[in-house]
């Protein structure tokens, strides 16, 4: 028995190792390459430098000896280059993609041997460098391509780390690389360091960011022996001395966000710690500016401090929150100042600083837009290579240290511009519309103020200005009131009605609200929801929502003890709002009906726990085909529905408020099996809103407009089935969605669409007898593998729909094609890779959609004709 034991013990031992070293590998590989699957990099335009390579012949090439597993995962050759930087050395492995290729994007890792075996400090004779290949296009030719930066030092060989694989490439020039003088080098980067104030032979990063810090006025100190940050912690003579030679007066904020939100409210500062400075003087600025006598231009130095913060935010990562600020006795304000911060990290997002300061927000608006087209850190690169090389060169003689990832700088700009210009900048929810003035709730979900402008016609006809001239906040909401002039009724022509005039249900979505970020010189526009943010509405004072919960209610059993409600009968009649409170489970079981009639409709902060049988499943219905349906919103544990039925219902409304599903799971988790929704009379079957979700062996039928839609979701629909719609079968925006076993039949518009940066896997899926089959749009990515598409008027389309989205890329392997009018309609900068071929672009796409030449107009769907 104990040797048994010791024997498991042993098993579980090693699978912890081997995980954790798995852990270990992934999170190093992820810090390196996370700007390659952040974003939608799949079939750019091969650079130039690539097609240099190609038209060489590879050092060697990468192949899998075993040809059985070679032909089956089809990644029989990669081929090595090494591209030539001037600063470093970039091993790149190039595959082009063959027909009917369907790899993943697979990490390349490859073991480096330096000829100088005590730059490895573990004992091995090799360390691993690992990356994700990006695919390129170049015509009509796709490559998948893992480039690799190598540290400069005198390499013996490189080999893949695989022992399926097999190749040595051992055939490198070094000569470039050699190590050089010693005294030569230490002796210019000495210069150098007195010469910058910096210790720069330790970081390339670090170099370039002096220069501009430098060319911008912005003060820095000596990282070098004499001064070093931790000196800050327990400041000694020499510090005190030092700061004194140089004239520096210095702040020390332990916590960034605090001290500037602090500032911004004018509250008294938190810990702050002071080197060599003139309080007194500093202080009375301060007092006057709490009093109200001083702006925040003549405290701080707006541009210089506006310029530090796009620096740090496109060279690192902005967690370190310590701030070190200076007083400047010429200009008698207070301005930013460098120590050594963390350098050359991914950056994830660009901090809040809490700073709502007008002046600021527009110049660092201003300034981070400048410095993320990265005009003059190119130059800066290019002016400095040769002392980039040597950093690196006496930096790797001592240690494989800091690699120099140029592309570090393209990723932390894609997360700046996402931050200056997110996908969706504000939440724009109705409060009211009468005759004469419309009123809105807006949320700003970007990090700088908006500024609202206008309330237009489909974003090219002006209504009207709001009422007072708002300014936003980031992460605030502020109501804002347009008053609409005598003419509003006039936009609005309806030919099928032969009619005149504003029809609140189809009219509310081609209503815009135009507002601009602070600093921004162009105009972002924004569509109006028909309902108030759940946030305010569930349960608030007012209207619907005004009373407490009932708990005497005939046909339920209300338990306080096990949080359960329930239903007392087999068969029920709901003609009223059912609302549910929060901390509760609202549970049903096999056989029972519910006949919602008459306007009644369920609401329920809780989960739901729905479980019928195949012999006996759960209906829910609407007898009259007046009955709405029901809203699940911010419930706290996972919903469970299966074996249900919901027919014949709308979506939930009241006054001018409504959701757009019949089953509408907002912010709460639920898995559906054996769940069918039939004919329901609403614009989307079931509407998912910022959710987990796990959908299989679900039946849509007779659906008005959209079946399934999904927002902001993360989900998997398996063994589902789709047939009669009356717009889309899969509809998601700003999603990652997993599509299996799907059977899609006569879908009106797309069978499965997917917008706004989604990223959608579909395998062993069907679509038959639909307008569209495949759509992608505005910087969505489409896996798609064993597709049947049969009697389809459009196979695949891909686009750019909203202006501030990007092209689209679709990627469909093992497709057949039968009685398609239109195989596919693919936007310039847009993609399609159909069985391993690339398919030829056009312009225009979406002026040839939406019932102009394919799919139809969603707006005739929405309302039932009377």
Known sequence: MKELLWKLLFFAVVIILFFSFKLSL??????????????????????????????????????????????????????????DKEYARELVAIKEISKNDTTQLRTISFNVYPENKGLIKDGKDFFRLAKRPVNYSHEGVSYRIAKQVLPNIVISKIEPYSRYWKTTVDSIDNSTFSPIQPNTGFKMFQQDSLLLGLNVET?????????????????????????????????????????????????????????????????????????????????????????????????????????????????????????????????????????????GTLNRYVKDLKLTERSFLEEYFKTSTKLSTLDSLEEL?????????????????????????????????????????PSTTAKISLIQKSDTKIEVEIKNLSNFPIEIIELSHKENRHITAPQEKELIQPNTKEIVVFDLPDSFNNLFVHKKKKSVGFIFEKDIFDLRVGYKLLGDEDAQYGKIVPFKDFDDLAFENQDLFRNEWDSDIPYLFFNKDSKVISFAQDSVVIDKPLLIPEGYVLEANEGLHIDIVDGGKIISKSALNLIGSKKAPIKIYSSDKKGQGLLILNAKKVSELKYVLFQDLTNVSHGLWQVSGALTFYESRVNMDYVTMSGNRCEDGINIVRSKFNMTNTTFLNTQSDAFDGDFVTGKLSNCTFRNLGNDAVDVSGSTLNLANLKIVHAGDKAISAGEDSKVEVKQTSIYDSEIAIAGKDLSIIHAEDLVIKNCKLAFTAFKKKPEFGPSNIIANQVLLEGVQTEHLIENKSSLVLNGTVSSTINHVKDKMYGVEFGVDSKDTRVIEQ
């Open 381 to 421: 690169i290019e002016t400095y290579k040769d002392e980039i090389r040597n950093i690196l060169v006496i930096n790797h003689s001592f240690s494989l240290g800091e690699i120099f990832e140029r592309d570090l700088f393209y990723h932390n700009k894609l997360i700046i511009e996402k931050s200056l210009k």
């Open 26 to 83: 992934d999170n190093k590989e992820e810090s390196l390459l996370l700007y390659n699957g952040s974003y939608n990099t799949f079939f750019k335009e091969m650079p130039e430098e690539y097609l240099e390579l190609i038209s060489q012949a590879p050092i060697d090439s990468v192949l899998d000896e075993n040809e059985i597993r070679a032909q089956k995962n089809r990644v029989l050759k990669y081929d090595i280059y090494l591209l």
């Open 203 to 343: 970081s390339v990063y670090g170099f370039l960011l002096s220069k501009q810090l430098e060319a911008n006025g912005i003060g820095f100190l000596s990282q070098s022996k004499e001064i070093r940050r931790q000196d800050f912690l327990n400041p000694q003579s020499k510090l005190n001395q030092t700061l004194q030679d140089q004239k520096l007066q210095l702040i020390k904020v332990s916590d960034e966000v605090s001290f500037w939100e602090k500032i911004a409210n004018k509250k008294e500062l938190g810990k702050t710690t002071l080197f060599n400075l003139d309080s007194a003087e500093v202080n009375k600025k301060m007092a006057s500016y709490f009093a109200g006598d001083l702006k925040f231009s003549d405290l701080f130095d707006v541009e210089k401090l506006a310029f530090y913060y796009s620096l740090i935010n496109l060279y690192s990562d902005g967690e370190d929150n310590e701030l070190f600020l200076s007083y400047n006795r010429d200009s008698k304000l207070i301005e930013p100042f460098f120590i050594n911060k963390k350098l």
